[in-house]
């Protein structure tokens, strides 16, 4: 089956109600609101559930056939029946919203039968926009992007806080607590590779992986599998995503942690 056409129209009215929305979360951005945990480790706070809102209300209004899956939303499997899901993260970074610190963004994706096709993230306090259409490139703040052409793994700059001792062949870079910010530092040649070795949700990464695509970047689970969306457990294990030329070492280094993670 071909890949879907994506109207330009529909990918800037998706940029501005995200634009709208990265504005909404900023104004309110190191004042104080009520905050919780989810889970332990989990936090949320009371913004995360009004840009929500605004999203769900914003993006049913303009695609009003669309599904949606949302961190903030309760799944509803309806979804599953949709040929158009929004897979959305108000904010996604929120431990950095929270601090006060620059590492988050809105999240906005487009899924149509299974494929990402318009991804967004906005990201106000760094002056970021970052837009994909699926086979028209991606572009931050307008400028397009273009993933690295690295080829030696050793040396590898990865965005991370302290690397394991195995790996400290690599480099380590600064990490927004984002990891759709951090996915979108490969697309940008500001990193090499990025790797989880978990399950994940595919709010967290699906404009993301869309926007490293379309920026030339190598992206794929942990084990370097194809990456699907609006499945219905909304996750996958991990998300890998490198220049192309480093992509195969990535996975054979990770390969023996990844089976260890999903065991």
Same mark, same amino acid.
């Given at each position: ?7 330009? #129209?529909? %990918? ?18 190191? =004042? ?20 929500? $809102?605004?999203? @769900? ?22 979804? %599953? ?12 970074? =929120? ?21 990402? =096709? ?19 490139? $991606? ?25 394991? @001792? ?8 600064? @990490? ?19 790797? #989880? ?7 967290? &990464?699906?404009?993301?992986?869309? &926007?490293?695509?379309? $920026? ?19 996750? $996958? ?27």
């Amino acid at each position: 089956m071909a890949d879907p056409v994506v109207d330009r #129209t529909l %990918l800037d009215a998706v940029a501005a109600i995200a634009a709208e929305a990265g504005q909404m979360a900023f104004a309110r951005f190191g =004042t104080d609101f009520q905050r919780w945990e989810k889970t332990p480790g989990s936090p949320v706070c009371e913004v995360d559930l009004d840009v929500d $809102a605004m999203l @769900k209300a914003r993006l049913s209004a303009l695609l009003p056939d669309a599904g949606w899956l949302s961190e903030e939303t309760a799944d509803n499997p309806d979804r %599953l029946a949709r040929d158009r899901v929004w897979v959305v993260d108000p904010i996604d970074g =929120t431990r950095d919203y929270i601090r006060a610190r620059p590492g988050w963004c809105v999240s906005v994706a487009l899924i149509e039968r299974g494929v990402v =096709t318009i991804g967004v993230l906005d990201a106000p306090s760094r002056g970021e926009r970052w837009e994909a259409a699926l086979g028209q490139g $991606a572009t931050r703040n307008g400028v397009v992007l273009r993933a690295g052409d690295r080829t030696q793994f050793a040396g590898s700059r990865v965005p991370s806080d302290a690397l394991p @001792k195995a790996d400290r062949d690599l480099t380590a870079i600064h @990490k927004p607590n984002s990891i759709a910010l951090r996915i979108a530092m490969v697309a940008a040649d500001e990193a090499d590779l990025v790797a #989880t070795l978990r399950w994940g949700n595919e709010w967290d &990464i699906a404009a993301a992986v869309l &926007i490293a695509s379309e $920026a030339g970047a190598a992206v794929s689970d942990a084990f370097g599998g194809t990456l699907a969306f609006n499945k219905p457990r909304p996750q $996958a294990f991990g998300v890998l995503a490198s220049t192309p030329g480093i992509h195969a070492a990535a996975i054979e280094r990770l390969a023996d942690r990844a089976k260890a993670a999903m065991a």
